[in-house]
């Protein structure tokens, strides 16, 4: 079916608005943290492979990194399992963490590199023990007592092994990680997604970070969103309670993002089709932005 004359004026319209940001962006790296119900949703899903393909084809360089939560949680309840979660942060026994490898390495892995491929990309897809992409420690976590918290396999990012994730994007591939990590001694860890993202992002030296979540953006109590926040801001709500549970890790990724030299980091909202291309092509966005205090 061909468009009306005023469909063609609007459709060429909003290509020319989004020239300025093509052109700022080209050839330019943004990791994109995929999760969420953008995740679960196949509209949102399609919506989401959609933006990765149009952006490597204007010559934007995407990397994906994803995580699987309730991909891991469904399993767990079909083979009678459960864990618990610490300021957003699964405990993972030896037993769970053979779940969350075979999830996130396995299933939810293949299951994106397939959905950018089928709508026209190079998707290629990883886990951090591949070439030893993500080096990983046991993640150190006390509680407001500052005694220690053994949340079992669960790790954090020493290193980004950078090389690969370059040879992948000039031979024109779109890398697509799992957010497992592996030790000096070969042991691997369960990392979250969010923080496994800012680290790419910072060892690679990114333009642009973005943590697709399942909410609108950092809250005030009011329940409005705050749509730019600085270090200091942010330090300030968690502070006083508004920042708080599964929020911490998104915020603590993008904060330590910022803090490491990218110019800025976005909460973006995935139920919100082609988010990442409003985000990036845009002036009004949707999410909260993370932006270096002046």
């Not at 897809?125 to 918290?149: F, H, V, W, Y």
């Not at 009011?222 to 890790?249: W, Y």
Request: glycine share 10%; with cysteine.
């Amino acid at each position: 079916m061909s468009l009306s004359l005023e469909q063609a004026k609007h459709t060429a319209e909003v290509i020319t608005t989004a020239l300025p940001y093509i052109q700022r962006y080209k050839d330019k790296l943004v990791v994109i943290k995929y999760g969420g119900n953008a995740m679960t949703e196949p509209a949102l899903e399609s919506s989401f492979a959609k933006d990765i393909v149009l952006l490597k084809t204007v010559g934007v360089h995407p990397v994906v990194v994803h995580g699987g939560g309730p991909q891991v949680d469904n399993l767990m309840s079909e083979l009678g399992r459960t864990s618990d979660r610490i300021d957003g942060m699964r405990v993972t026994d030896k037993a769970t963490m053979d779940i969350v490898e075979m999830v996130l390495g396995g299933s939810v892995n293949k299951s994106i590199v397939n959905l950018i491929n089928k709508h026209g990309g190079r998707a290629i897809g990883l886990t951090g023990k591949d070439a030893n992409l993500i080096r990983a420690k046991k993640l150190a976590m006390t509680n407001d007592k500052d005694e220690p918290i053994d949340l079992g396999y669960v790790g954090e990012v020493e290193h980004v092994n950078k090389d690969v994730i370059d040879m992948l994007i000039h031979a024109d591939f779109i890398p697509v990680i799992a957010p497992l990590g592996v030790d000096d001694n070969g042991e691997t860890y369960n990392i979250n997604a969010d923080l496994v993202a800012s680290r790419v992002a910072e060892f690679l030296n990114a333009e642009r970070l973005l943590l697709l979540t399942n909410i609108k953006g950092v809250l005030n109590k009011s329940g409005e969103i705050l749509t730019s926040l600085s270090p200091t801001d942010v330090d300030d709500l968690i502070a006083d309670g508004t920042i708080s549970g599964g929020m911490i890790p998104k915020i603590a990724g993008a904060l330590d993002a910022v803090k490491a030299g990218l110019r800025s980091a976005t909460i973006v909202d995935g139920r919100v089709p082609h988010a990442c291309l409003l985000e990036i092509f845009t002036d009004e966005g949707v999410g909260t932005q993370i932006l270096r205090d002046q």
